[in-house]
């Protein structure tokens, strides 16, 4: 079965974790595609050679969810060539057989828009940074100023800037928890799975 679940959203939104428990559901393969971006900004030096030349073990640095690695991550995912250079490697994932979760900023726009479930996950920019403060700790007031400007960077970029697509169904978590939004995640794939017969 050919079978794509998009997740898409701003930072901190939990995308990774209802990514991540959709695929244990459903026995999905799941890829954080924000860890790819993440490896490239971490590699440094020219951003496109190091897209290009991204191989697994890049995926496997410690310091990858790092606020640095964000913003890092954010700011060579605006380079065109930097996307280029790692759609097939995403494409080829989403469509493979058996199933897949994908979680970023454009599946469902740009990476996979014929993804039979397409999931928009959002919070507030407060709620965001508050849960990112409790992974990595620091100063509260910092992590908001990078949940917010990381945020106008991805919205605002001229290719693949994060936005719902129109078919996708928008869940806030704003005053979810954590249970409450991996159920309706659930609840919207089983109805298409239903749908397909
Ligand atoms: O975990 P969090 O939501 O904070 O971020 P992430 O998903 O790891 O993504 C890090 C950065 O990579 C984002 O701020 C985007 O700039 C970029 N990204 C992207 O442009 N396209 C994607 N499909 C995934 C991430």
Redesign the pocket.
Known sequence: MIFTVAIDGP???G??TIGRALAARFGFRHLD???L??AVGAKGGDPVAAAEGLVPSDLERDDLRSLAA?QA??KV?VIPEVRAALVDFQRRFARAEGGAVLD????GTVICPEAEVKLYVTASAEVRAHRRWLEVGGDQSLVLAEVRE?DA??MGRADAPLRAAADAVVLDTSEMTVEAAVARAIAVVEQTLEGRG
């Open positions: 930072a901190a939104a995308k990774g595609t924000g860890l971006y993440r964000g991550a954010s995912a970023g900023r454009d599946i990381r960077r991805d």
